[in-house]
Nanobody
Framework: QVQLQESGPGLVKPSQTLSLTCTVSGGSITTSYYYWSWIRQPPGKGLEWMGS???????YYSPSLKSHTSISRDTSKNQFSLQLSSLRSEDTAKYYC????????????WGQGTQVTVSS
């Protein structure tokens, strides 16, 4: 059974870069044709898809976040990661990793999420 688990700091300062990792167990991130996404949910707001990395390593980002978002992977560890730079308080959210069947679509398997607070 495939499972996803997010990890990373719970508190980061404004202007810093957030790094989160999603560890996948029970299945390979290189398996065709799965896409691995990052999604976030700020307090009191809806879900926001941030970007995805595909089974072949290709990436696609939300246009509104593309300038300060990067997604990468480590196939040897079966992990994929999110980097979000130039943090602001508005980036405070619960961050999720998920598996889907397209870039940000058909997200059918989710991690439990990790809370990130941006504050000085």
């Amino acid at each position: 059974q495939v499972q996803l688990q997010e990890s990373g700091p719970g508190l980061v300062k404004p202007s810093q870069t957030l790094s989160l990792t999603c560890t996948v167990s029970g299945g390979s991130i290189t398996t065709s044709y799965y896409y691995w996404s990052w999604i976030r949910q700020p307090p009191g707001k809806g879900l926001e898809w941030m970007g995805s990395i595909a089974y072949d390593g290709s990436t696609y980002y939300s246009p509104s976040l593309k300038s300060h978002t990067s997604i990468s992977r480590d196939t040897s560890k079966n992990q994929f990661s999110l980097q979000l730079s130039s943090l602001r308080s508005e980036d405070t959210a619960k961050y999720y990793c998920a598996r889907g069947e397209g870039f940000g679509t058909s997200l059918n398997l989710w991690g439990q999420g990790t809370q990130v607070t941006v504050s000085s």
